[in-house]
């Protein structure tokens, strides 16, 4: 038996055939505009989406923001495992009564929550940032709550108080905005 040889086979320069690759990328279902008005170059970049629309748009000042919200959460978490009576008396106007264990506790819970800055502070995604600005806002409204009911039970408002009181409502303010501005979706251009 013998076999006969096949003929070559013949190329066909579909890249320089434009017909053909305008079919071909019909097909595909690329090179026309999807339902949010995107083109895509690929099917791959297609099925993976454009990083592009990932990217947060960050308010202007948020990494400092939460740069600055870290260290302070930082600082008073330290101040209070360090030295809770002295933090106590310079709150309050005056000697606390009680165990300083509750203090120290207070800056355990802080020393973790510095942490969730630190992490949100070196972080790209829109939701970790988000969560990171939720829990300090959350943080500053307990904190103006507890602190103003404590205020009311022992019948006095010392100077450091009304300062700790007026910095939390500025405080929850500015992260509450930061989240609403980062929250909102991009008008599209």
Known sequence: MTTK???????KHSQT???SRLKTRKILGVGGEDDDGEVHRSKISQMLGNEIK???REPVGLRLWILFSAV???VMALMALAFPNQLYEVVFDQEQTATSVSIRLYGGAILSLSLIMWNGLYTAEKVIIQWTLL???CYFAIQFLVTSVTLVELGSLPNGAVLLLLSRIF???VTLSY???L???PKKI
């Open 5 to 11: 040889p096949h003929p070559p086979l013949m190329k």
């Open 17 to 19: 055939d434009l017909v």
């Open 54 to 56: 990932f990217a947060v």
């Open 72 to 74: 302070v959460f930082t």
């Open 135 to 137: 829990s300090e806002a």
């Open 171 to 173: 405080f929850l303010t």
């Open 179 to 181: 989240y609403y501005h």
């Open 183 to 185: 929250g909102r979706r």
